[in-house]
């Protein structure tokens, strides 16, 4: 029977179970020297990580016990899990007890039979953290960001291609496209088929439609009869409020996004165009989901890694704003609108920062922050950027020139900025420039003509 007690003491599990295997993996090096070099001190030293392993790794299994009892795992791969970890525990003991033993028939025997054991033991650890990792995370957690050629030794299925496409505007499918990706990315973890919390699965239409215990997930229509949106919506520190366990909350959009599919019938197969979405929350989900929006046509996003999660959150400590640019890509938007008319010396240590994810940075503003041409030239570094906002900078023609570098920019609003048609020779290095504001420049009509006979189809705004 399971007591507020034993729910506590399962609790320490995360924590108990990294123990035993820090001991057995030590141990495992300890017997790997004691066969180049014997020690009285070095066997004394892997006894006492035998057996502190072997007690650490039974406390782990009673707590890993303690913890299923709250349920919401899945039952096949949690029996695989704990019966690992209690073969782990008496192997380890065994390991232990035959070092020990003096009457052995012989040392060799004694040793290749330790060895053998222990090598048994790191083989079922990975296996059984594994296992765990499936449980508490959902599958694919260890494989999600493996780099491409492990991808194909370690993953059966078909892997995404080097970039992904988003739909037209008026193709966009609202549960595919929008509601979905919000589930995978912020719900899965936690309502899986092999971590199903409060008996919901989320990762099928099938059982979004069937729902949790509370038998009222989704109420098509109806989005405060709708358990999922009260709880969703709920202050982070109520017991109930979704994502728990301190993983990120859902964003405003996003949880407006839900609102608005589940008011609208919730369902699976309708576009943008037959919900009758107004115009409003049509510019919202293009700019959620990266669409070009003047043009309503394809674009291709390129296929990054994340970006590393220190210089994120160093940058946000910056006071700068940090977005992903859609639910599914690791590509980066990023504002200085908190920081505008910033000390040079403080616009540096930023622009470094962002020079660690430039990667993933692909929309960029950075109006009236007071550039100058050093801040420029490590712009010019941002190789990846499409879109560019230095508008209201004092901006020279000269302090200009180092953007030519950027190939792949697309739109570029350069307006307020002390600019003439000598900086036109730096626009026309951009090969696949779409658009620029020029407002309140000294470029002059002749200039922008100059620019749109070297450039065909670009928009000038002046």
Not at 147 to 169: H, N
Not at 268 to 283: H, P, Q, S, V
Request: proline share 5%; net charge positive.
């Amino acid at each position: 029977m399971q007591t507020e007690w034993s729910l506590l003491a399962g609790r320490f599990h995360p924590l108990i179970v990294h123990i035993p295997i820090g001991f057995i993996l030590f141990a495992a090096l300890l017997q790997v020297i004691a066969a180049y070099r014997k020690s009285v001190l070095l066997e004394s030293a892997l006894n006492i990580a035998l057996v502190a392993g072997a007690i650490s790794a039974g406390l782990a299994a009673i707590s890993g016990f303690l913890l299923s009892g709250a349920g919401g795992y899945n039952n096949d791969i949690l029996f695989w899990h704990q019966w690992i970890g209690i073969i782990v525990t008496i192997l380890t003991f065994n390991v232990w007890l035959i070092r020990i033993n003096k009457k052995a028939n012989t040392r060799f025997l004694k040793i290749a039979l330790s060895n053998w054991l222990l090598s048994v033991c790191i083989i079922l650890i990975a296996i059984g953290g594994h296992l765990g990792g499936t449980m508490t995370h959902g599958e694919g957690y260890l494989t999600r960001y493996m780099p491409a050629f492990l991808r194909s030794i370690f993953v059966s299925k078909k892997q995404p291609g080097p970039e992904k496409m988003i739909p037209r505007l008026d193709s966009v499918i609202v549960f595919a496209d929008i509601i979905q990706p919000i589930f995978n990315a912020r719900c899965i973890s936690c309502h899986n088929p092999d971590k199903g919390k409060g008996e919901l699965n989320l990762t099928t239409m099938d059982g979004i439609m069937k729902g949790g215990k509370s038998g009222n997930t989704i109420v098509a229509g109806d989005p405060e009869k709708s358990e999922l949106v009260h709880r969703i919506a709920l202050p982070p520190q109520s017991s109930k409020f979704m994502p728990s366990e301190n993983r990120p909350p859902l964003t405003p959009i996003e949880i407006n996004f839900i609102k608005w599919w589940i008011e609208t019938g919730a369902d699976y197969k309708k576009n943008i165009t037959t919900t009758g979405a107004d115009e409003k929350t049509k510019y919202l989900i293009a700019a959620y989901l990266g669409i070009d929006v003047e043009n309503n046509k394809e674009i291709k996003l390129p296929e990054v890694g994340p970006a590393d999660s220190v210089v994120l959150r160093q940058l946000k400590e910056m006071k700068v704003i940090v977005r992903p640019l859609t639910s599914e890509s690791n590509l980066l938007e990023v504002s200085l609108v908190m920081v505008q008319q910033a000390t040079p010396s403080l616009l540096m240590p930023i622009l470094e920062k962002l020079s660690a994810v430039r990667q993933q940075l692909y929309r960029l503003d950075m109006s009236n922050c007071g550039l100058t041409k050093e801040h420029i030239k490590m712009i010019a570094g941002f190789s990846r950027l499409y879109k560019l906002e230095i508008q209201k900078n004092n901006l020279t023609d000269e302090s200009i020139e180092p953007l030519s570098a950027l190939q792949q920019l697309a739109i570029l609003n350069a307006g307020q900025n002390m600019l003439t048609d000598k900086s036109i020779a730096a626009f026309k290095k951009l090969p696949v420039l779409k658009k620029i504001n020029l407002w309140q420049t000294e470029v002059t009509e002749e200039g922008s003509k100059d620019l749109q006979s070297q450039l065909r189809g670009v928009i000038i705004e002046r």
